[in-house]
C-alpha cells in the first residue's frame, strides 16, 4: 500500500509517503497487553518468574515499546499477505514465464544498485562503492538497462547498502522496533532509512527518465512490489511456533546489526 | 522459520580441533562429522539431481477433522485446520505418504526431498506434518499431549483416511510410507495399526533415522544444549552474538565470491572446523526451540497449568515474551517428566516405566522383525542413538537395513546414494538392504 501512495506522482506521493511514516511513528504509544491473571488463578508448576531470572540478559528481548500496536499491524499484515499478495505472487509465478520475471527481477535490483552505491559511498567503504557502481555500470549496458544480470559473472555480486545500514554505521542506534505496514519488521532507525531510500529511489527513477503518466507508475510500482515478494520467502505462521513475532524480531534485530557490522 | 534459525545457527567460526578429514570408504557423501552432517546437509555437489521444488505441482490443502475443537484465541492463525501437500501426477500411480520429523511441519526440507525424489519417480506424494507440529496438534491430535506412538500414530492415521476421502479423483494403485526421525517410528506404527484396519495395505515403509527410544534420544538433545553453551543456558545470549559476530566476519571476507545458504555455512564449515561443542550446541537450540514451542501449545491448548496459570486469558495480540523467555529455559524432557508421563499413567493407568518402553522400537519388535515390507535407513554415527543402539535397531530389520557410515542425523538424506536407495527401496522389484 505504501508503495501504491507512492505512485501517483513523485512529488505527491513523496508527501503521502512522509505522512503516512510519521503517522506510524507517531501514533500513540500502545504498549503490549501483558496476561492477565484468571480470577481464581492457581500458580502453574513453573511460574515465570521462577524461571526467568533479572540479571540474566535474554536474546529474545528487543525494545519495543509500541507492541501492542506492533502486533496489530503484524497481523495486519499477514492477512494481507493471505489474501492479497501470495495469491498475486502465485499467480505470478504460474502465469509469467520465468525468463521475463527474471529480467523483471534484475531490472530492478539493477536500479537498486544506486542506492546501495550511495549507502557503501556513505559509509566510507571505497571497495563496495567501486563494486556497487561498476554492477551498475555493467548491467546497464552490457545487461541492457539492468534486463541480464552480467555483473555477477563478472565479479561484481550484489552488495546491499541502505540508508537504514548508514545511519548504524554512523552510530545511530536501532530505536524502538516497529512493525511496518505492508513493508513488515523495521525500527526507528531503518523506518527512517527506508524513506530516505524511497525519496532517493523517486529522484533517480526521475533521473533516469523512467518517471511517465499515471498508468506507467502504478505498473512501475506494483510490479516492483510484487517482484520483492516473490523474492521473500518467508510465508507467516508457516512454522507454527507460538513465539512468531518474537523470534522475527529477535532474528531481524540481530539480522540489521550483523548488515551494519559487516 | 525454523530452518532459517539452523542455518542461521549454523555459523560457529571459530579455531577448533576437528579435522576435516576426506571419505576414505566408498560412500561419499562428504561431512564424516555427524554434527556436521547434521547441521549442514548435502553441499550442493553431492546431492541427487532433482526437480526444484517450484518445478513440481505441488498443491497446498487444509483439512478440517470431524469432531468439534476450541482452538483458543492466541492460536487464530491454526484456525484454518491442519495444512499438507498433494503433489499429484496426471495419471494412475502408486501413492506415498511422507512424516515429518520431530516439530517438523509437512513443508520441511526433508519433506520437501521426498516431494521431489517421488514425484520425480512417478509417485504421488502426500506429505503430512509431524504430530509433534503445532499446526497438527491443535487440530488432529487426539490430546494435543504428544510423544505416544500409538496414539500420535492413530491420529496420523486418521487423516490419511480423511486426505484420502477429501481427493476422491486421486488415481492410486497402491499405498506405501515413509518417515524420517521420529516420523519413521510413526510410519511403524500406522503401518501395524494398518494391519488390523486394512484402509491402505500399504505396500512398502521406508523409515529414515529413527530413534531407538524416544525418550532416550530427547534426553540426548536437550543434554547438547545445556552442555554444551560456554557458562551454561543463562549465557545464550552471549554465545549466540560471538556466533553471529564470526558469521558476520566470514561473510565479510568472502563476499565476493557471492555464496548463498548452505554453499556458505559448508565453506565456512571447511574453512573454520568449529568444535563438536559448538555444533551440538547449534543441535541443541533448534531442538529446544521446535520443543518448547511444543510444550508452550500443549499447556495453553490443554490448559494445564504448566508454566501460563490455568484459565488465564491470551488474546491475539497478548505479549507472549515472557512467555517465551520461560519456554525455552524448559527442555523435551521436562515435558516427558512433568506433562506426558504424568498425563498418560493417569489417563490409562500404565506405569512410568511402561510408558518409556512404549516409546521404543522395541514395543513392537516382533511386527518389525516379521515384516518384510518395512525398510530401514540409517546411519551408523547417528548423534541421537545412545552408544549401541544402532546395532539394536539393525537387529529389527534382518536383510533389511541399510546403514551408512555416516551422516549424522538425516544430514545425508539429500545425497545421491541415499535418494537412489530411497527411490530403489519403493519401485525397485527386490532390495538388498546391508551395511555399506
Known amino acids: 500500500m505504501l508503495k501504491l501512495n507512492f505512485a501517483k506522482s513523485s512529488v505527491k506521493s513523496l508527501r503521502h509517503l512522509l505522512i503516512l511514516a510519521i503517522a506510524v511513528m507517531v501514533l500513540p504509544a500502545c504498549s503490549a497487553i501483558q496476561p492477565q491473571e484468571a480470577v481464581d488463578a492457581e500458580p502453574p508448576m513453573h511460574p515465570v518468574d521462577s524461571i526467568v531470572k533479572d540479571d ?19 497481523i495486519f499484515n499477514a492477512e494481507l499477505d493471505r489474501y492479497v499478495l501470495i495469491p498475486v505472487v502465485t499467480a505470478y509465478d504460474d502465469y509469467v514465464p520465468f525468463f521475463l520475471r527474471q529480467g523483471v527481477h534484475n531490472f530492478f535490483s539493477n536500479l537498486n544498485s544506486i542506492g546501495h552505491t550511495i549507502n557503501s559511498a556513505l559509509q566510507l567503504n571505497g571497495e563496495e562503492t567501486v563494486n556497487n557502481g561498476m554492477r551498475f555500470i555493467s548491467n546497464t549496458t552490457i545487461g541492457i538497462v539492468g534486463v541480464f544480470d552480467v555483473a555477477t559473472g563478472m565479479g561484481f555480486p550484489e552488495i546491499k547498502e541502505d540508508f537504514g545500514q548508514t545511519l548504524g554505521y554512523w552510530g545511530v542506534s536501532d530505536g524502538p522496533y516497529i512493525v511496518l505496514p505492508v513493508l513488515g519488521p523495521s525500527n526507528l532507525r ?38 520483492t515478494r516473490a523474492h521473500t520467502p518467508f510465508r507467516y505462521y508457516q512454522a507454527g511456533s507460538p513465539f512468531e513475532y518474537e523470534t522475527i524480531r529477535w532474528l531481524y534485530t540481530s539480522a540489521r546489526q550483523a548488515q551494519i557490522a559487516r | 522459520m525454523h530452518r532459517f534459525i539452523k542455518i542461521g545457527i549454523i555459523l560457529l567460526l571459530m579455531n577448533t580441533s576437528v579435522v576435516f578429514a576426506s571419505a576414505t570408504a566408498n560412500y561419499g557423501y562428504p561431512l564424516e562429522n555427524p554434527y556436521a552432517a547434521t547441521i549442514l546437509g548435502t553441499p550442493k555437489e553431492f546431492r541427487a539431481e532433482l526437480p526444484k521444488y517450484d518445478r513440481i505441482p505441488s498443491k497446498e490443502y487444509t483439512l478440517e477433522m470431524p469432531g468439534a475443537r476450541t482452538i483458543p484465541d492466541v492460536f487464530w492463525y491454526q484456525r484454518r485446520g491442519l495444512n499438507y501437500a498433494v503433489t499429484a501426477q496426471n495419471k494412475k500411480a502408486p501413492l506415498i505418504f511422507a512424516i515429518a520429523g520431530t516439530g517438523a511441519g509437512h513443508r520441511s526440507t526433508k519433506m520437501k526431498i521426498f ?48 486426505i484420502m476421502s477429501e481427493h476422491p479423483n486421486l488415481e492410486v494403485t497402491d499405498y506405501n510410507l515413509i518417515g524420517y526421525s521420529l516420523g519413521a517410528s510413526q510410519a511403524a506404527f500406522v503401518a501395524r495399526i494398518d494391519e488390523q484396519e486394512k484402509a491402505f495395505g500399504f505396500n512398502k515403509v521406508l523409515m529414515i533415522n529413527p530413534p531407538l527410544n524416544l525418550v532416550h534420544s530427547v534426553k540426548l538433545l536437550d543434554t547438547m544444549l545445556t552442555a554444551n553453551i560456554p557458562g551454561g543456558v543463562d549465557n545464550f545470549n552471549a554465545f549466540f552474538k560471538d556466533f553471529m559476530k564470526n558469521v558476520t566476519a566470514y561473510h565479510r571476507d568472502h563476499q565476493k565470491l557471492n555464496m548463498t545458504g548452505v554453499e556458505f555455512f559448508y565453506q565456512a564449515y571447511r574453512d573454520k572446523n568449529p568444535s563438536d ?30 508454566l501460563v496459570p490455568k484459565n488465564t486469558p491470551l488474546g491475539t495480540t497478548t505479549s507472549l515474551t515472557e512467555y517465551s523467555k520461560a519456554s525455552r529455559r524448559l527442555g523435551f524432557s521436562d515435558y516427558v517428566e512433568e506433562i506426558y508421563l504424568p498425563y498418560f499413567t493417569k489417563t490409562t493407568g500404565t506405569s512410568r516405566e511402561e510408558l518409556i518402553a512404549q516409546s521404543s522400537l522395541l514395543a513392537i519388535k516382533d511386527y518389525l522383525q516379521q515384516s518384510d515390507k518395512i525398510g530401514l535407513m540409517h546411519n551408523e554415527n547417528d548423534p541421537i542413538l545412545r552408544k549401541g543402539e544402532i546395532d539394536t535397531i539393525k537387529s529389527l530389520f534382518p536383510g533389511r ?28 522389484s527386490e532390495f538388498s538392504g546391508s551395511n555399506k
Open chain 1, 190 to 227: 531503518d523506518t527512517t532509512g527506508t524513506v530516505v531510500d524511497m525519496v532517493m529511489h523517486s529522484w533517480y527513477i526521475d533521473e533516469l527518465g523512467l518517471n511517465g503518466d499515471d498508468g506507467w507508475m502504478y505498473f512501475y510500482y506494483v510490479m516492483n512490489a510484487i517482484d
Open chain 2, 401 to 428: 537395513a541399510m546403514v551408512y557410515p555416516y551422516g549424522g542425523h538425516c544430514g545425508n538424506m539429500e545425497y545421491k546414494d541415499n535418494v537412489a536407495y530411497m527411490v530403489n527401496f519403493f519401485s525397485g
Open chain 1, 56 to 74: 540474566v540478559e535474554y536474546a529474545v528481548d528487543v525494545y519495543d515499546p509500541w507492541e501492542g500496536m506492533n502486533r496489530n499491524i503484524y
Open chain 2, 115 to 162: 516431494q521431489r525424489a517421488f514425484y520425480q519417480a512417478g509417485y504421488h506424494v502426500i506429505t503430512i506434518s509431524s504430530p509433534t507440529f503445532t499446526n497438527f496438534m491443535v487440530n488432529a491430535s487426539t490430546t494435543a499431549i504428544p510423544g505416544n506412538l500409538e496414539e500420535d500414530s492413530a491420529d496420523l492415521y486418521k487423516v490419511m483416511q480423511q
Open chain 2, 277 to 306: 561443542e559448538r555444533m551440538q550446541a547449534l543441535i541443541g537450540i533448534a531442538f529446544r526451540m521446535s520443543s518448547s514451542d511444543m510444550m508452550f501449545v500443549s499447556d495453553v491448548f490443554n490448559n494445564l497449568g504448566y
